[in-house]
């Protein structure tokens, strides 16, 4: 049996909640995908979440990795990513040179300004977000993209996951942003937002 190991980094700056957004992917893996392996028993992930934020907190660079696997990972920290999503200029400066040939790349085109080469997934997610009322949710419009290029957890998974992290009086706000998001991510997949 294969084993599934998937490495992500979420980048952006600070206030973005790009960290909110790597706590999400790693909760709904590790608590709430429960996928059945070949033999009909079920394959418990687990991932490991780690963080770090530049010389201000707000403003300055973020990033967020997530390590996703079904098998014991003695190693908790992303070497290179299978996925990065860029959210910022300055982020995809930092980070863009630390990928494979077959990385994934996702960005937000209003807010990266560089036009990469390779496999691009554009994701208009601040500008969605501002559609629905307000910018603060377009991290949560890029994460239901992710989900949806990437497939690595089921948007069941990453609905509760969402659901236990963020305040009760927010989910309809976050539902409706997560849902655009998918939109947006098939979108992305069928070739409107890919190079």
Same mark, same amino acid.
């Given at each position: 049996?294969?084993?599934?190991?998937?490495?992500?980094?979420?980048?952006?700056?600070?206030?973005?909640?790009?960290?909110?957004?790597?706590?999400?992917?790693?909760?709904?893996?590790? $608590?709430?995908?429960?996928?059945?392996?070949?033999?009909?028993?079920?394959?418990?992930?687990?991932?490991?979440?780690?963080?770090?934020? #530049?010389?201000?907190?707000? #403003?300055?660079?973020?990033?967020? %990795?997530?390590?996703?696997?079904?098998? !014991?990972?003695?190693?908790?920290?992303?070497?290179?990513? %299978?996925? /990065?999503?860029?959210?910022?200029?300055? =982020?995809?400066?930092?980070?863009?040179? !630390?990928?494979?040939?077959?990385?994934?790349?996702?960005?937000?085109?209003?807010?990266? $300004?560089?036009?990469?080469?390779?496999?691009?997934?554009?994701?208009?997610?601040?500008?969605?977000?501002?559609?629905?009322?307000?910018?603060?949710?377009?991290?949560?419009?890029?994460?239901?993209?992710?989900?949806?290029?990437?497939?690595?957890?089921?948007? !069941?998974?990453?609905?509760? =996951?969402?659901?236990?992290?963020?305040?009760?009086?927010?989910?309809?706000?976050?539902?409706?942003? $997560?849902? /655009? #998001?998918?939109?947006?991510?098939?979108?992305?997949? !069928? #070739?409107?937002?890919?190079?």
């Amino acid at each position: 049996m294969a084993s599934m190991d998937r490495q992500v980094r979420f980048s952006g700056f600070g206030g973005q909640g790009v960290i909110l957004m790597g706590i999400i992917l790693a909760r709904a893996a590790s $608590l709430y995908d429960r996928p059945l392996g070949e033999d009909g028993k079920v394959r418990r992930k687990s991932a490991i979440q780690t963080q770090s934020y #530049g010389p201000s907190a707000r #403003g300055g660079h973020s990033k967020c %990795d997530v390590k996703i696997s079904d098998q !014991e990972m003695l190693y908790p920290f992303v070497e290179i990513p %299978d996925y /990065l999503v860029v959210m910022s200029q300055q =982020a995809y400066v930092k980070y863009i040179h !630390e990928r494979k040939p077959d990385t994934k790349i996702i960005i937000d085109p209003d807010l990266v $300004l560089d036009k990469p080469k390779g496999d691009i997934y554009r994701v208009a997610a601040t500008r969605a977000a501002e559609g629905i009322g307000t910018r603060i949710v377009a991290n949560v419009v890029m994460l239901g993209a992710f989900r949806e290029i990437s497939d690595i957890v089921p948007y !069941e998974a990453i609905e509760q =996951a969402l659901f236990d992290t963020v305040p009760k009086a927010t989910h309809d706000l976050n539902r409706t942003a $997560l849902t /655009l #998001g998918s939109k947006l991510g098939r979108e992305a997949l !069928e #070739g409107r937002g890919k190079d």
